[in-house]
């Protein structure tokens, strides 16, 4: 099969088109044959040497997937062969096959293509893991998200609206925030030109928000401290500022606040599983009615993947990036 290799820790030139063997299934495990592989952050970090594949996985890129099921034990998940299907992979996901533990796949929503579909594993798995799991995000309250204009973001967005939540999103330019905004933010806060503290008390009447989902870490920790109402949780799933910040364990205390934060990729695959039956649940169906959808910002050949890595790199995009297989 034809597969993305990265030859070298480095920039987008190090994704290099290569020849691999087809993976073969486990127990539990489905054969796919990919149609399309989304783009995520751990992609980028991956390339250049910051995040290695947890033992055992693929050391190919690509943690989400969409493509029909073609080998394996679908079965052991109520799945079928020839079924469309999207999953969240620990990597493997830029190939013409990959392997998925047949409980981390879920059927492709109707309306939807399997490009869209390759859109949400990643996004959705951390998504509702990280803002209504652990962050608890609970009816009535507040949501803010730093990097609204990503994947991640724009998702936040999208499932924090459909449940009737306020939600707040910085993003890096005047024109993401008035695309986030149209994306159904209720307001979107440029962080070049605004300080998102002041803004957040200004647009809550100083109460603060319930729970931020955030990317950045380092110095925005004591300032999204200062943007949490009384028993609010504060949510790290990245560290793109750093891996150090102050806290002012004084104001934690007195406000009763929660610091938490969380990784997927290595997480075992019954807790993932869990994730994928809430998401079928409580989300697919909102994907199924159009209430929702995932955005796709650009699609690229599977040949063509350090064009794609070079755009996520530029930042600029609005949603997803996915890569096609020819």
Same mark, same amino acid.
Request: contains cysteine; negative net charge; hydrophobic residues 45%.
């Given at each position: 099969?034809?597969?993305?290799?990265?030859?070298?820790?480095?920039?987008?030139?190090?994704?290099?088109?290569?020849?691999?063997?087809?993976? #073969?299934?486990?127990?539990?495990?489905?054969?796919?044959?990919?149609?399309?592989?989304?783009?995520?952050?751990?992609?980028?970090?991956?390339?250049? /040497?910051?995040?290695?594949?947890?033992?055992?996985?693929?050391?190919?890129?690509?943690?989400?997937?969409?493509?029909?099921?073609?080998?394996?034990?679908?079965?052991?998940?109520?799945?079928?062969?020839?079924?469309? #299907?999207?999953?969240?992979?620990?990597?493997?996901?830029?190939?013409?096959?990959?392997? @998925? &533990?047949? *409980?981390?796949?879920?059927?492709? &929503?109707?309306?939807?293509?399997?490009?869209?579909?390759?859109?949400?594993?990643?996004?959705?798995?951390?998504?509702?893991?990280?803002?209504?799991?652990?962050?608890?995000?609970?009816?009535?309250?507040?949501? %803010?998200?730093?990097? /609204?204009?990503?994947?991640?973001?724009?998702?936040?967005?999208?499932?924090?609206?459909?449940?009737?939540?306020?939600?707040? @999103?910085?993003?890096?330019?005047?024109?993401?925030?008035?695309?986030?905004? *149209?994306?159904?933010?209720?307001?979107?806060?440029?962080?070049?030109?605004?300080?998102?503290?002041?803004?957040?008390?200004?647009?809550?009447?100083?109460?603060?928000?319930?729970?931020?989902?955030?990317?950045?870490?380092?110095?925005? %920790? &004591?300032?999204?401290?200062?943007?949490?109402?009384?028993?609010?949780?504060?949510?790290?799933?990245?560290?793109?500022?750093?891996?150090?910040?102050?806290?002012?364990?004084?104001?934690?205390?007195?406000?009763? %606040?929660?610091?938490? /934060?969380?990784?997927?990729?290595?997480?075992?695959?019954?807790?993932?599983?869990? #994730?994928?039956? *809430?998401?079928?649940?409580?989300?697919?169906? %909102?994907?199924?009615?159009?209430?929702?959808?995932?955005?796709?910002?650009?699609?690229? &050949?599977?040949?063509?993947? !350090?064009?794609?890595?070079?755009?996520?790199? !530029?930042?600029?995009?609005?949603?997803?990036?996915?890569?096609?297989?020819?």
């Amino acid at each position: 099969m034809k597969a993305i290799e990265i030859t070298q820790s480095g920039g987008p030139e190090v994704l290099q088109l290569a020849d691999r063997p087809m993976p #073969i299934p486990g127990p539990g495990e489905v054969l796919i044959k990919v149609a399309a592989a989304g783009i995520n952050r751990p992609d980028v970090l991956q390339r250049q /040497g910051g995040y290695a594949p947890p033992p055992g996985a693929s050391d190919l890129p690509g943690l989400e997937i969409a493509g029909h099921i073609v080998g394996g034990d679908p079965a052991s998940a109520g799945l079928a062969m020839e079924d469309a #299907i999207c999953a969240l992979v620990t990597g493997g996901g830029y190939a013409q096959y990959c392997v @998925a &533990p047949a *409980a981390q796949c879920l059927p492709v &929503p109707k309306r939807l293509s399997l490009i869209q579909a390759a859109a949400l594993p990643e996004t959705y798995f951390t998504v509702w893991s990280n803002v209504f799991d652990r962050g608890r995000l609970a009816p009535g309250e507040t949501l %803010l998200v730093h990097g /609204g204009g990503s994947g991640i973001g724009t998702t936040a967005i999208a499932l924090a609206r459909a449940f009737g939540h306020p939600v707040y @999103a910085t993003a890096g330019s005047d024109a993401r925030v008035q695309a986030i905004e *149209a994306l159904g933010c209720t307001r979107g806060i440029n962080y070049r030109t605004q300080d998102f503290v002041e803004e957040i008390q200004a647009l809550t009447d100083g109460r603060g928000v319930d729970v931020i989902l955030d990317m950045v870490a380092g110095d925005y %920790l &004591p300032r999204n401290i200062k943007c949490l109402a009384e028993d609010g949780r504060l949510v790290m799933i990245a560290q793109l500022g750093g891996m150090h910040g102050q806290v002012n364990c004084w104001r934690v205390m007195v406000r009763r %606040l929660t610091i938490t /934060g969380s990784t997927l990729r290595s997480r075992p695959v019954a807790f993932k599983a869990a #994730i994928a039956q *809430a998401l079928k649940e409580r989300v697919w169906p %909102l994907l199924e009615a159009g209430t929702i959808e995932p955005l796709i910002h650009a699609t690229f &050949p599977l040949s063509e993947a !350090a064009r794609a890595h070079a755009m996520m790199d !530029a930042g600029e995009q609005i949603g997803k990036i996915v890569l096609t297989m020819e």
